[in-house]
């Protein structure tokens, strides 16, 4: 008995080697790691395209700068931004001063660097409000319908008429002058148009083959709005609210031009350019050094986003 199970013992064990469920699990290992090598290709195809649109390179390019500029503004500023010099007060773009200097005597450059970490600061905390915001409400409102649907688009309508800017300065002279009460103004007033395009997908993506299926295998409302909806159009809500961050920055840098957003002496661009405008005219480059910033990074905002833009079209296409 002995002698037949030494005999029959190692084959299975030999079987389970090259054979039975191993080889399903290298099979699947290879099916995974070719998926994830077909994702990697499709990536970089698709950064590929967006980045053969010169425009959309030189956007890029310019805010890959801005995040960098931001990111290392102590050590690439030549002074303190706040550090007021009334002897070096107005002088003009130099060796010295590179931007040249405000009324106060400060270094304008050092200034403009700062700033852009107030306005990512801006952007960055607006898009992560309006973003789940704006989606949330729609993928909800197109989805049930009805008189949720109707409810829902009647307050979106409501914020809608009113341009952005003016319900912005109604807010923050409610909630009172600051920064935050600037975020939070913005992004009241910058929801409304992510939450329309979400509905039109959800309108769209909801009566989809897939869609009924899912219903089909018992799916609650919950499971298809955040696994198959909300990931559907989020792809389309993301390149709106790339396009919508130039807008954003005009609206920041308009309430701080109406000393409404950051407070003095902090280096907002848009409080910058209000505070230059009083020696604009024989000190230009207090308002052109801030105004060319704001200008520069909207530009470069629209830029991405009509890339981003062109990249979704065609894949749908």
Do not use: K
């Not at 010099?85 to 405000?102: I, M, V």
């Not at 989606?135 to 979106?156: E, I, Q, S």
């Not at 389309?236 to 919508?244: A, D, W």
Request: proline share 6%; aromatic share 6%.
């Amino acid at each position: 008995m002995t002698a037949l199970s030494r005999s029959v013992g190692p084959a299975p064990a030999a079987a389970a080697r090259t054979g039975g469920p191993v080889p399903a699990a290298e099979a699947r290992e290879q099916a995974a790691r070719a998926a994830l090598a077909e994702r990697r290709d499709e990536r970089r195809r698709q950064w590929r395209r967006l980045m053969a649109n010169p425009l959309t390179r030189a956007g890029v390019l310019v805010l890959a700068l801005l995040l960098a500029a931001a990111a290392a503004a102590p050590l690439l500023a030549t002074h303190d931004p706040l550090a007021q010099d009334l002897s070096r007060a107005l002088q003009p773009p130099g060796a010295a001063h590179w931007f040249g200097t405000d009324e106060f005597g400060r270094d304008l450059y050092s200034r403009v660097l700062h700033g852009a970490r107030i306005t990512l600061y801006i952007v960055a905390l607006v898009t992560l409000i309006v973003g789940p915001v704006g989606l949330a409400v729609g993928v909800v409102a197109g989805w049930y319908g009805g008189r949720v649907d109707a409810l829902l688009m009647r307050v979106t309508d409501i914020f809608l008429s009113f341009p952005s800017l003016v319900l912005a300065l109604a807010f923050v002279a409610a909630l009172g002058p600051g920064l935050d009460h600037a975020v939070i103004a913005i992004a009241l007033t910058a929801w409304p148009p992510i939450a329309r395009l979400a509905r039109a997908e959800t309108l769209t993506l909801r009566r989809a083959d897939f869609i009924v299926a899912v219903r089909l295998q018992g799916a609650g409302a919950a499971r298809i709005l955040w696994r198959h909806l909300v990931p559907l159009c989020l792809p389309s809500v993301v390149v709106r609210l790339t396009m919508n961050m130039a807008g954003i920055i005009l609206t920041a840098a308009g309430l701080g031009f109406l000393g409404l957003g950051a407070q003095a002496p902090t280096p907002e661009w848009g409080a910058m350019v209000s505070e230059g405008r009083r020696t604009m005219m024989e000190a230009w480059w207090t308002v052109a050094a801030p105004g060319g910033a704001i200008l520069l990074v909207s530009l470069a905002f629209n830029l991405l986003g009509d890339g981003l833009y062109d990249l979704m079209d065609a894949r749908a296409a």
